[in-house]
């Protein structure tokens, strides 16, 4: 998505209420622009909303014409009329799934996603010091939306298969010998930093059960790294008990206690069922 994701300003009227504001929801608005403007973000008022530029991105701010005033903080809708409607579908859900605080939607004509967070408030004070930390979470989850559209579509072939468990997402992480994170989540993997690179599957299982789940870790020369003289044909195998309905499973961790195991490069982990790949992920060590 973020190579066929735009974000576009659309036209307001069609998603903005057109009731005229209460004097509290005029209050609330016109103490947000200034609170806005005094962080340096340009503002500007559509009909009875508010628009928030900040960074490259762009935001609108509907306000309720009832009081206590219900605020919608939103992107500005997002086009995806040339995207995968199934991958789209799933990557709206994984943002709802993820992130407890931003409701991800289609629009109903199909043409726009929209990333948005709402509160219910009695004062202009109860927005102006949620507004940056809503904004930057917007912001992100604007991010995982192109990152994970893009590891749906990366992953699209693997959509029919008949196994008792679905895939919803796999994230990289960077971890000592003891699990405990190196590398924060968001964060750029640097070379001198790996020790063990390890994975996080997002899982709907459909039945319960013990699954065996083999892993190839695919170097940037396109050769998978093993252990000596094992003989094996993955990385390394795993043996995850699954419960029914979704959950995260740890997948596995491969390199060592020594800082720096990992060279920079374009990695890979295949993840296989029954000797068939179900899963790929790539990502890279800076």
Known sequence: MKRTLIIIMLMLASTLSMAQLSPSAEGIRQKLAEYARSKGMKTNYEGDALSIQRDSLNYAVDFSAVSPVIVVIRLFDIDITSCDPACIRKTANYINLFFSTIKASITPDGKCIRLSTSSLVNDAQSVTATLDQNLSTLAMAWQYCSQKYDEFVYNKDFANLRIPFEVYSVNIVNVDKDDNLVTEYGEDIKSADTQYINSELSIIAYEEGDYQID?????????????????????????????????????????????????????ELIFYYKDKPFYAKPFTIH
Do not use: E
């Open 215 to 267: 892993v190839k870790f695919v170097l940037p020369d396109g050769t998978f790294s093993k252990a000596a003289d094992d003989g094996l044909d993955y990385t390394f195998s795993n043996i995850i008990h699954m419960t029914q309905g979704q959950a995260t499973y740890i997948g596995g961790g491969w390199g060592s206690p020594n800082p720096g195991t990992w060279a920079p490069g374009n990695y």
